[in-house]
Every structure is written in C-alpha cells, then in structure tokens.
C-alpha cells in the first residue's frame, strides 16, 4: 500500500471547523441550561509554572499575579487559532448569553 503524504494540508480550516462546532455545542448546551455551562466555562484551577510555560496552552493572570487554566482557555487551546477563538458573551448583568467563535483579538465593536 502507498502512504499518503498530507504535509501539503493546512491544519487551520480544519481547526477553525473543530472551533466552529466546538461554539455550536456550547451554545446549544447554554440554551438547555445556562447555569450549568456558565460555571463549566467560568471554573478555572491554578497552574504551576510548567504548566503555565506550554506554548500550546492558553492560561490568565488573576488579580494577583497567579496562573490560572480556564475550562474555555483549554478549549481555545484545542480548537482556537492565532487569529480565532471560543468567545464567551455576557450581558449588561453578568449573566452569559453566547458562546461564538469569532476572529481574535476582539475589536472594540464586537
């Protein structure tokens, strides 16, 4: 059997699908109960510096100084990209309404 190269594949737009339906699932989800999503998106756990280290995870800053690993930071780091990302939508009481994947860094209209 012949291997088959797949070096001339862009892992972007396949990446981009998997944040697309990543945000289809999530908003469903919020639909069917938003309390449940809102504390699984809004749970984060403090990390070591290793951790905190990995190019490939996407972590915060608290208040304080200290790393912090999202459960969306580590959704946006399976399926973000440099130039999109898992983004959560709040309204004017805090409370979480949308979940979209949208082009990253975020503008002030958006």
């Known amino acids: ?3 088959m190269s797949y ?3 862009e892992a972007e737009p396949v990446v981009e699908d998997v ?7 999530l908003q469903d989800a919020l ?7 809102s504390s699984l998106l809004g749970f984060s756990v403090f990390c070591s510096q290793a951790l905190a280290a990995s190019p490939d995870l996407i972590g915060s800053f608290d208040g304080s100084g200290n790393v912090t690993l999202s459960v969306l930071g580590l959704l946006n780091s399976i399926a973000g990209t440099s130039t999109h990302r898992l983004v959560t ?3 004017g009481q805090g409370q979480l309404t949308k979940i979209v994947y949208a082009e990253w860094p975020l ?3 958006e």
């Open 1 to 3: 059997m012949k291997s």
């Open 89 to 91: 939508v709040y309204d």
């Open 107 to 109: 503008t002030k209209e």
């Open 19 to 25: 944040g697309r339906k990543a945000a289809e699932i």
């Open 7 to 9: 070096h001339h594949l």
């Open 31 to 37: 639909l069917r109960d938003r309390e449940a999503v």
